[in-house]
Structures are given as C-alpha cells and as structure tokens.
Antibody
Framework: QVQLLESGGGAVQPGGSLRLSCAASGFIFSRYDIHWVRQAPGKGLEWLAYIGKNGHYKSYGDSVKGRFTVSRDNSKDTVYLEMNSLRLEDTAMYHC??????????WGQGALVTVSS | QTVVTQEPSFSVSPGGTVTLTCGLNSGSVSSASYPSWFQQTPGQSPRTLIYNTNTRSSGVPDRFSGSILGNKAALTITGAQADDESDYYCMLYMGSGTWLFGGGTKLTVL
C-alpha cells in the first residue's frame, strides 16, 4: 500500500536549518508529484511546496519562499524539504503528501519541527 | 490577498445532512480549482475524502459527496454519524503551481 514516511524533524534554534526527508513506498514514485504541507499546533493546514515528477518544476507558498527548498531523488524514492532561516512560527508538524489530479490522495504521518531558543 | 473561506464551525444531528462550503474572498470556485476535501481528527494526519470536486477517495463511504454550489465548492455529509465529528479542510488549486487551504470547519455531531 502507499506509504509516505517523514523523518528529520526535531528541535532547532531560530535562524537554524533542518532537512526533512519523505521516503515513499508502495507505488511508482517517479510517476507522482509531491506536496509538503504543515500544521502549526492548534492551527489549520498550510500548503508549503510542490515538486513535479522529475524534480524540474517546483513551487512554494509565500510564507516559505526563499527560505525552503524542495528536491527529490527518484533513485531513492525520497523527497526532501530543506528549511533555512527558521523562525518561531515555523514550529509545526510537517507532512509530505502525494499529488493526484491537482489534489492530494495520500498523506504521511508527519515530522515535528520545533523552533525554539 | 486571496483567502479560502470555510465556516469555522457547524453542527449536525446524528442521521442528519450537512453541507460545508469552501469559497474565495474574491472570485468564484469552479471545477478548475480542483477542490478537494480532507477530514482530520485530533492527533491524526488528514485523510482525503474528495478530490477533483466530486471524486471520492478510496474507501470513503458514499455518504460523503462533493460538488460545486453556486460559486463555492461543497462537501455534503448525508446520514451523519458520531465519528464524522472532525475538522474538515478544503484545498483549492490557485494556478501557477500553487494551492491554498481553507481555515477548516469544526463539525460537531450532536
């Protein structure tokens, strides 16, 4: 079955960096685009980033543009989210999710990122 | 700034029908927005209910349906059950490879 497993979360100081990974299994990874979505504690969902099948097309939400970078390695069935210049307000659960017809059909369990001094 | 609007909260009686909506603060939602709907209970990852306006995700019961009503996307739950009590989020494709979520609707079944 389709599985997406995030890793790399943890605690970081403001201004620091962190890289999240999303390992996919149960489907042909290179045929699917991938999203990153986050949810701050007690808040709603926020769309962050999107990467096309071959990694050439990327797009970002306004709140992370210029600070976060999405990439993928189809040989490893993995997508990455490089997060730089982290702020207190970046504290959230970060989910990767599989795109299907300009929507999301499967979600990962999430990785918790805590930005704190 | 574009905002996706959802009712903050809604209440439905067990067995009743409820329609949640998803709109834009400026403009209309259409099928070209590829509206999708997600259900989330506390501490859990979201679960996809509906994508591409009205297509149910695998395993989703047919009492959940999606549509366009006027200038909004809509999620209708027919025959509400106690375990439908959740947060519901819509997501719209905004063009240029970007998406936006609505603020979510907290549904109470009582």
């Amino acid at each position: 079955q389709v599985q997406l497993l995030e890793s790399g979360g943890g605690a970081v100081q403001p201004g620091g960096s962190l890289r999240l990974s999303c390992a996919a299994s149960g489907f042909i990874f290179s045929r699917y685009d991938i999203h990153w979505v986050r949810q701050a504690p007690g808040k709603g969902l926020e769309w962050l980033a999107y990467i096309g099948k071959n990694g050439h097309y990327k797009s970002y939400g306004d709140s992370v543009k210029g600070r976060f970078t999405v990439s993928r390695d189809n040989s490893k069935d993995t997508v990455y989210l490089e997060m730089n210049s982290l702020r207190l307000e970046d504290t959230a659960m970060y989910h990767c999710a599989r795109d299907f017809t300009w929507s999301i059909d499967h979600w990962g369990q999430g990785a918790l990122v805590t930005v704190s001094s | 700034q574009t905002v996706v609007t959802q009712e903050p909260s809604f209440s439905v009686s067990p067995g009743g029908t409820v329609t949640l909506t998803c709109g834009l603060n400026s403009g209309s939602v259409s099928s070209a927005s590829y509206p999708s709907w997600f259900q989330q209970t506390p501490g859990q990852s979201p679960r996809t209910l509906i994508y591409n306006t009205n297509t149910r995700s695998s395993g989703v019961p047919d009492r959940f349906s999606g549509s366009i009503l006027g200038n909004k996307a809509a999620l209708t739950i027919t025959g509400a059950q106690a375990d439908d009590e959740s947060d519901y989020y819509c997501m719209l494709y905004m063009g240029s490879g970007t998406w936006l979520f609505g603020g979510g609707t907290k549904l109470t079944v009582l």
